[in-house]
C-alpha cells in the first residue's frame, strides 16, 4: 500500500511538473493606457517597503487613452495587458516594474525608491492592469514615467507616460469622496459603453 501512494504522489508530480512546462509565454498585448479612476479600499492597510508603495484598489475605471498626465494629486494613470502563449489560464511568473522619472522619497521608507516592483503569478489569456496613482506630494514628480512587464530577465512591454502640467481648473482626482468631475467621467464612461 505505501508503495502505491508513493508511486500516486511521484506520478502526480510528474504530471504537475509537465503541466508546469508545457506554459508558455510567447509576449503581452497592450490593451490599453491612459488614465484611470480608482476606488481604494480603506478597509486595507498601506504597504510601503523599498520596493514601493502599495495599497489595494476595490475598484477601477478606465477613463480615456492618454500618454500625458497630468501632474496632480489623484491621478491615476497606467495600462492594462493580456499575456500571450498556451495553455490558456496557466500561471507564469511575472514582475511588474514602474520607474519614475527620479527616485521617490517616501517618508516611511528609509531610503528613496528608484522603482517600484510587483512579482505575480501571471495567468495566460487574461488581462492585467498596472497602474500609479499620486496618493502624496512626495510622489507628484514631473518626467517620464516608465511602467514594464518582465519575465525573468525578458522585458516584454514598455510603456511610457510624461507627467507634466499644473493643476490648475483640474479638480482632484481621488473618488473619496468623489467629485463631480469624476461622477461626470463614470456616468459618461458608462453610457459609452
Excluded at 502505491?4 to 498585448?29: P, Q, R
Excluded at 510601503?48 to 495599497?55: A, E, I, K, W, Y
Excluded at 500625458?68 to 494629486?73: D, G, R, T
Excluded at 495587458?81 to 511575472?94: D, R, S
Aim: charge should be neutral; include cysteine.
Amino acid at each position: 500500500m505505501r508503495g502505491l501512494a508513493l508511486a500516486t504522489v511521484i506520478a502526480s508530480m510528474i504530471a504537475t511538473a509537465a503541466h508546469a512546462e508545457a506554459a508558455h509565454l510567447d509576449g503581452v498585448k497592450l490593451l490599453r493606457h491612459g488614465i484611470f479612476l480608482t476606488v481604494r479600499d480603506e478597509t486595507k492597510p498601506e504597504v510601503h517597503t523599498r520596493l514601493g508603495f502599495s495599497v489595494t484598489v476595490k475598484d477601477m475605471k478606465f477613463v480615456t487613452d492618454a500618454v500625458q498626465v497630468p501632474a496632480c494629486l489623484g491621478s491615476t494613470f497606467g495600462h492594462e495587458f493580456q499575456l500571450i502563449g498556451a495553455p490558456t489560464g496557466a500561471l507564469v511568473p511575472m514582475q511588474t516594474v514602474v520607474i519614475p522619472p527620479r527616485p521617490l522619497n517616501d517618508p516611511a521608507v528609509d531610503q528613496p525608491i528608484a522603482k517600484a516592483i510587483t512579482t505575480f503569478a501571471g495567468t495566460i489569456g487574461t488581462a492585467r492592469v498596472d497602474v500609479y496613482k499620486f496618493d502624496y506630494d512626495w510622489e507628484v514628480l514631473r518626467g517620464t514615467w516608465t511602467f514594464q512587464v518582465w519575465q525573468g530577465d525578458r522585458l516584454l512591454l514598455e510603456d511610457k507616460f510624461d507627467v507634466t502640467g499644473d493643476c490648475a481648473g483640474i479638480s482632484e482626482l481621488r473618488l473619496l469622496p468623489m467629485t463631480r468631475l469624476e461622477r461626470t467621467m463614470i456616468a459618461g464612461l458608462n453610457t459609452r459603453r
